[in-house]
């Protein structure tokens, strides 16, 4: 950790077609300075994996909004009627997940797992081109990481080594996605000196943060 | 009592004491509403908070603490914030009491389908497979019709949730507990008969003896 | 929750035979007491889950001083040679499994996953007697889920409703226990009302604690 | 300087500023002392903690706080807990920048033993499968022979405790990074010449040109 970046230093990272995990849940807990800097910076054909697309006007729904987006891996897109529009349009092609199947591939992802096996799923649609596999006479999707070239994160505070704390609901899938993007940006609603948080109010730790937004003037 | 209250209040009976439950948004989470603070129950939001309590005093909002359809709600005391990992591992490693959720169809076998009108209305899942799969019960908690048409059918022609068998489904009209054998019509609601049930049902109902109306407790 | 037990009613609830999950890394983050209490109750024929065995006088491996463990599932018996040697002479059937695999094992079966694929252990002795399944060209092995009848967990502080919080690196294989129990039994270091433990720093919801023992007096 | 110490130095010299270390218990936990402070390397331990700090004043010591070995330490400003969970999430996700651990054998392989010798002694692998399978750069830190018999060997005859080739061996006599091609020695010990180093080594070592004395920094 070198200090932190502008949202526009942050956008700046990410290229034309990256894939960004993006944490979040109904735009609770998304780094929303962050959204804003990329759709100012008019990336396009991006890939979102994220739990939802929030709604026109709010979180990823912006992303959507402005057209960057082409690929969305997402567990809801049902507030998001320019999401499903797109989807039937075939403008931005979506990929359902079920919640719990989508925050165990993520963490598989993260955490150095080829997999892991669920019954979730089974007997529906979501079964489709996948393998299935039979432990002690019980059938289970093997479901696969998924990894991205970044992951943009909110979190509640960061310390100055990159350390994470969430609060209530906006955890979610932040501290889940923090382990899986090759690089990993944080946007903190504050930076607090080193030993504010706690070692045990840590929820991510700073190794795995490469740059923590700037605090919002 | 409109229809929604009827649900609500009927669905809440099957809640015991110390239990963990789920709610989905819409019609589901009004069930809290008629279940006593003391009973020591705890509400699960799935988007990451055990104890999920009603909304907060007028401008004591914090976008930092929503329910699973993005509504503000507080926390009650004992409350515990869950990331979205811990919340699926509760679902589906068995320490979940009871989901309710709402439907599209339910069949004969107690499969539900919930998720996606196939041309039409595509939500998603969000977490509906996962709760359908793993919680300890499952309650459907739907109107009976959708505009006339019967939403309990024969088979689902809707895509399914889960090829679980789910424990009990409560309408405004019924309710309906499927088992290995079929639908058992368990109770009518209040004014409406077995008859009124089954034109409303396109799936075949099993009726044993006679079918006791609902016997709603007076909300405190 | 209905109120705190004492070391011997915990014992009490565990017959002979029964398996055990035991928090603690060498002894740090065990549940003293609990292990105490089941030396003094005699129970026989446990099988212990745990990272380690200790060491002889300290937490498991005063269990197996005892002579009440006739089954190990742990990644390291080093620092105890009571194991050992009761590995070596038959009397107790040892599993060792590597300390990742072991946590994810535990996970899995606390959240309802039907296994987890790991690289580690592939074209070694963990491999043996294992099914091995192909994703993207690199081999996994299938690990499935550890369970068992009790989980006996210590931790820093509980509130009235069982919400436990930990300290430092006496988590450790704790709040994952937690999750793998049919009866969850918890110790410990004091026990505070209700919101001294905020909800962003519980670690696990009470909703999982079946039974809390009482203050050490 | 002693063996240990010597060893210790050398490999602390491959521990570049900003990295996450993980030392194992024993000889590799002294590369620690030779790492200074201000260069922002943050050492897990794998038992829970990132950011192990050194031994805590007399009478401050803390049974919550202690290495893999179960010994006391302390934490540095910025450390975080971790349970089991996550402490092998990072090691087997790519996240751990480096992993230092004891051998029983190398072979020309790369492969490293270190965990059982069948009939003698069985302590376990407890969290070596995963640290040699996930870490990004595995150093070995041993002794180059064991009662004089060579430990780097052209086959492991002890049980693997990995198939990936690891990436650095410093042992008293030499450093040799295994490859593709074979063992290549790479340094040799102040005082040891080429030929020392390959009569203490039953497995092939590729020497290429001069092979310099290892340079070990001023302990500051």
Known sequence: MKGAISPAAAAELIDDGSSLLIGGFMGVGTPERLIDALVASGKSNLTVIANDTAMPGRGIGKLITAGLVSRVIASHIGLNPETQSGMISGEIDVELVPQGTLVERIRAAGMGLGGVLTATGIGTEVEEGKQTIEIDGQLFLVETPIKADFALISAWQADYVGNLSYLLTAHNFNPIMALAGKTVIAEPGSIVPVGVITPDAVKTPGVLVDHLLVRAS | ?220
């Open chain 2, 1 to 220: 009592m409109n229809a929604k209250e009827l649900i609500a209040r009927r669905v809440a009976q099957e809640i015991k004491t110390g239990m963990l439950v789920n709610l989905g948004i819409g019609l589901p989470s009004l069930v809290a509403n008629y279940v006593a603070v003391d009973r020591g129950v705890f509400f699960q939001a799935e988007n990451g908070v055990i104890g999920l309590g009603a909304r907060p005093p007028e401008g004591m909002e914090d976008p930092h603490l929503t329910d699973a359809g993005g509504g503000f709600v507080s926390a009650v005391p004992g409350a515990a914030s869950i990331d979205s990992a811990m919340s699926f591992g509760l679902i589906r490693g068995g320490h979940l009491d009871m989901t309710v959720l709402g439907g599209l169809q339910v069949d004969e076998s107690g499969h539900l389908a919930n998720w996606k009108v196939p041309g039409k209305m595509v939500p998603g899942m969000g977490g509906a497979m996962d709760l359908v799969s793993g919680a300890l019960m499952v309650v459907v908690a739907m109107q009976h019709t959708a505009k006339g048409a019967p939403k309990i059918v024969p088979e689902c022609t809707l895509p399914l949730t889960a090829v679980r068998r789910v424990d009990l489904v409560v309408t405004d009209l019924a309710v309906i507990e499927p088992s290995p054998e079929g639908l058992i019509l368990r109770e009518r609601a209040p004014g409406v008969s077995v008859d009124d049930v089954c034109k409303a049902t396109s799936a075949t109902l099993l009726i044993d003896g006679d079918v006791p109306e609902m016997q709603l407790e007076p909300t405190s």
